[in-house]
């Protein structure tokens, strides 16, 4: 029987982060609909709703975001991984911040807020000091996002103890992962298309970084910052609008259509269009008040960031161990499910299907998702199933 091996699974960032950010997508989900039908209580600092959404945001992504840094920072840098007893002790202190937002100690509000945001303060302290001892100025833009992200952390725990609810930080916590998976989204999506069209033998190629990316990502920090203010409603959602529209118009260029036989490809661009597709419904909502924007914030939450992140999470386990960037039946189920999962509790969560209502569906399906996402990659991440071609990094 082969075993997890622990020189295996701190050997690099992806795997124990990508193990944890899968399991808790489950977790969480399956805790957040006990709590809604009144199954369980938990008594941590936060209202259910905040933390169902601080830890969607603040938990699942920055686990995400931990292992997809931690891996491609030393690519970017040339220097040696973190690994071993610290990368351990990193995947202990996010743990720790889950566990205390739960509330399973009963600990001052801001030890709870210490020991929750310190962990992402850790991580930006850690990339930083690698891309400023080597050099690597370009991607300081990322730890800068990282940066802002820990300051929305912050205000969230600050914002709950103070008023007793989030507002400001919630949507400064959707706007820096949104700017976050346009950024990386916009290097990853036409890089990744490119090096399998070229393969095709292809001739109309993905478009090169250009105007359109500048204005894509000009026109969406401003249009963000405005929501996130809760500026001008009829400004804002123009500006969300004009946004969406960028991305809709960046997405074409990079000639979504032609990597329709492959799914780990296919899975990032249809990601990448919830994009466009959740900033329009929260323009809408933006503009009508008697339009709630828990459509387009679900677009954007589970398909978007649900969808990017756990397309990327698959294709760098498949690569990082040395298989093959094929996704499999089980992976293609996988993140259909996920996207299924934002469509229905965008467009029907008040409707009954198979029994349940619409929210309830949603959950099940994004639980089915990263169950299967879970039971595919878990054997890889924890070193129990080596590849069986040259290149294998188990």
């Not at 619409?358 to 070193?383: D, E, H, N, T």
Request: net charge positive; glycine share 10%; charged share 10%.
């Amino acid at each position: 029987m082969i075993r997890p091996r622990i020189s295996v699974i701190f050997g690099m960032g992806f795997r124990p982060f990508f193990t944890l950010a899968t399991g808790f997508a489950v977790i969480a989900i399956v805790l957040w609909m006990a709590m809604l039908s009144g199954h369980w209580q938990h008594s941590g600092p936060l209202s259910q709703v905040d933390w169902h959404v601080h830890e969607m945001l603040f938990g699942y992504t920055s686990a995400v975001l931990t292992g997809f840094l931690l891996t491609a920072v030393p690519n970017w840098t040339g220097l040696p991984p973190i690994k071993g007893w610290p990368l351990g002790l990193g995947a202990a202190h996010w743990i720790a911040g889950r566990l205390v937002m739960l509330g399973l100690w009963e600990l001052p509000d801001l030890i709870v807020m210490v020991i929750d945001t310190s962990f992402l303060a850790v991580v930006s302290v850690s990339v930083a000091i690698q891309l400023i001892v080597s050099g690597n100025w370009r991607n300081l833009v990322v730890i800068g996002l990282v940066g802002l992200l820990l300051i929305a952390d912050v205000a969230f725990h600050i914002e709950v103890m103070s008023f007793g609810i989030a507002d400001y930080s919630r949507r400064a916590g959707f706007a820096v992962i949104l700017m976050l998976i346009i950024l990386i989204g916009g290097r990853i999506i036409p890089s990744f298309t490119r090096n399998w069209l070229v393969k095709q033998k292809a001739t109309s190629l993905p478009a090169p970084f250009g105007r359109i990316d500048i204005l894509a990502l000009a026109v969406s920090f401003v249009a963000l910052a405005m929501w996130v203010a809760q500026s001008n409603p009829r400004a804002t959602a123009v500006a969300l609008g004009l946004a969406a529209m960028c991305h809709l118009i960046r997405l074409l260029g990079w000639k979504p259509l032609r990597v329709r036989r492959s799914a780990i490809l296919l899975m990032l661009h249809a990601a990448y269009l919830c994009l466009p597709v959740g900033l329009i419904l929260l323009a809408l909502a933006t503009r009508d008040p008697g339009l709630s924007p828990a459509s387009g914030l679900h677009i954007l939450g589970m398909g978007a960031i649900g969808g990017m992140t756990a397309a990327v999470m698959m294709r760098a386990s498949l690569g990082h161990t040395g298989r093959r960037l094929v996704a499999g039946p089980i992976l293609t189920v996988a993140i259909t499910l996920i996207f299924g999962a934002a469509l229905i509790r965008a467009v029907l969560p008040f409707a009954t299907l198979a029994g349940l209502t619409g929210v309830q569906f949603a959950s099940c399906l994004w639980i089915v998702g990263f169950g299967l996402i879970c039971m595919r990659m878990w054997p890889w991440l924890l070193g129990l199933a080596p590849a069986s071609f040259p290149g294998s990094a188990e």
